[in-house]
């Protein structure tokens, strides 16, 4: 039968399972740069010019292994703009009447293809290691979905650093020893970069001369834009910077954007990198003695159980997941997420970082940009839209969880126990930043406090009804019930200042 392959931009891997679902000798694989894709969100250029450069290798290389491959570039006259339509105009001019293709990993595309008038036969993507029909059944009965026990069980479905039916070491997670704040200087370079090659330098420009009003800076390009270059900067991770990652994960410097983290998400979110490849790398650096086994166990699980765990959220969750606000936050984005001035240097240096970068690490969206989205009441929807904009391993399976249930708390408590709420001293903790900022940390209120400080009050008493019967909270509360009552009322007045500041568009 001759049949439509379709290979979407985040599923660049020969093993992909409509690719081993098709017949080279009558099937027609459909690959396409469209306007919906890269537009339904204003992504980052950086972002798209990845994803079309690493396409257009992709389906040279499927060329080059046999397969007929009907290839539509972004400027071709005849694109149809959208993935469905380039699949009815490609089936229009073969006569083709079926699709098979490995299930996207967003719902609005999703539900587009399962309404085509065609055929179309939905695979399971086994990039993952599990399915979210197995993520449902795990889920079935249990009073709280913590990922710890998914990811145990993952390390026991894999094997990845067990002895037996026991960890390896000992204990299930290290986490207690990945806590370290920054360090005065760090040993590694960063990330590996590559020199644009042609067909890179080709699609640069395409971006730059289509995408120049969308938010962050096209140049410099250095990623990886195939999978040798991809397993090349993997293995200079794994060389130079994963006996050292675990330590300082969550370590933020005003002069080093990546310390010892990886940036390999981009590629094993596009399929230039497998994933269980990646890990028993990892596994493979411990049990040669070049790396400790918390660097690794870290790194593993953000893998197999915190990446696992998200996507099996987004799928059980359901299309309306990203409209959850649990909280009822409504307060617009204020313009410093999108370069406006801010005298937080923690904030500035995340989002200039961003824009410059299309990447920061997961302390720096959690803790910094999110954690002061939360605290200061800012609308979930138009963070989780900011979120999927502007960073270059966003998609929204892995995204929207991380936003919505870790960040934002907005799906009221799905995946996180508690929210992930904190004053500036968290961050004083983790960074230099607040050495060098124009507010206080240790200043509680006035003018010159960290807002931090301030909303973090705020935050946690306009939502008391709520919260302060979590456990994890408590001590929070009656921390602030301690406090002389002037000085609660001098809080709360400092931290509304704060907000109607915001809500004018003054520089805070």
């Given at each position: 039968m001759n049949r439509l392959i379709l290979v979407l931009g985040d599923q660049l891997t020969g093993e992909l399972s409509a690719l081993a679902a098709g017949d080279k000798s009558c099937d027609v694989v459909v690959m396409a740069e469209v306007r919906d894709e890269a537009t339904y969100v204003r992504h980052h250029p950086k972002k798209i010019a990845l994803i079309f450069a690493a396409m257009r290798k992709f389906a040279?290389?499927?060329r080059s292994e046999g397969w007929h491959v009907c290839y539509t570039a972004y400027d071709d006259a005849d694109n149809a703009g959208s993935i469905c339509g380039e699949l009815l105009r490609r089936a229009s001019e073969g006569g083709q009447g079926a699709v098979v293709v490995t299930q996207p990993g967003e719902w609005r595309l999703l539900t587009a293809l399962e309404a085509l008038p065609?055929?179309?036969t939905m695979l399971n993507d086994d990039r993952f290691i599990a399915t979210p029909?197995?993520?449902?059944h795990w889920a079935e009965g249990r009073k709280a979905l913590r990922m710890e026990y998914f990811y145990r069980d993952m390390r026991r479905k894999t094997g990845l650093l067990m002895e037996g039916d026991k960890p390896a070491g000992g204990q299930w997670n290290f986490d207690h020893d990945n806590r370290k704040p920054a360090p005065d200087s760090i040993a590694f370079s960063g990330p590996m970069q590559f020199e644009p090659d042609a067909i890179v330098c080709e699609v640069l420009a395409l971006v730059e001369a289509e995408f120049k009003d969308h938010f962050g800076d096209l140049h410099p390009f250095a990623f990886a834009t195939d999978r040798a270059q991809a397993l090349q900067a993997l293995a200079h991770f794994m060389t130079h910077a994963l006996p050292r990652f675990g330590d300082f994960q969550d370590a933020m410097l005003n002069e080093n954007r990546f310390l010892y983290h990886a940036v390999i998400s981009p590629y094993l979110n596009i399929g230039l990198l497998d994933p269980l490849e990646?890990?028993?790398?990892?596994?493979?650096?411990?049990?040669?003695g070049h790396a400790p086994i918390n660097a690794v166990e870290g790194f593993i699980r953000q893998i197999i159980g915190w990446r696992e765990y998200v996507r099996g959220i987004y799928f059980m969750q359901g299309p309306d997941?990203?409209?959850r606000n649990a909280l009822g936050h409504n307060r617009a984005l204020p313009a410093l997420y999108w370069g406006g001035s801010t005298k937080m240097n923690c904030v500035a240096h995340a989002v200039e970082q961003t824009r410059e970068e299309a990447y920061a690490h997961h302390i720096q969206r959690l803790m910094?940009?999110?954690?002061?989205?939360?605290?200061s009441g800012v609308d979930p929807t138009a963070l989780h839209e900011?979120?999927?904009?502007?960073?270059?391993?966003?998609?929204?399976?892995?995204?929207?969880p991380n936003t919505l249930g870790m960040s934002q708390f907005a799906d009221g408590g799905i995946i996180a126990s508690k929210p992930y709420v904190s004053s500036g001293a968290y961050i004083n903790r983790m960074s230099n930043h607040c050495k060098s900022c124009h507010y206080s940390v240790t200043q509680k209120t006035g003018a010159e406090a960290c807002p931090f400080n301030l909303l973090y009050w705020h935050f946690l008493i306009r939502h008391r009804d709520r919260f302060a019967q979590n456990p994890r909270m408590g001590n929070m509360y009656r921390t602030w019930d301690r406090m002389d009552s002037d000085r609660r009322d001098r809080v709360l007045h400092d931290a509304d200042g704060v907000l109607a500041a915001l809500d004018r568009g003054d520089v805070v």
């Open positions: 040279a290389r499927l065609l055929e179309v029909g197995e993520f449902v990646v890990c028993r790398a990892a596994e493979a650096e411990w049990r040669a997941y990203t409209k910094v940009t999110g954690n002061f989205a939360l605290i900011w979120y999927l904009q502007v960073y270059i391993d966003a998609f929204e399976w892995v995204e929207a």
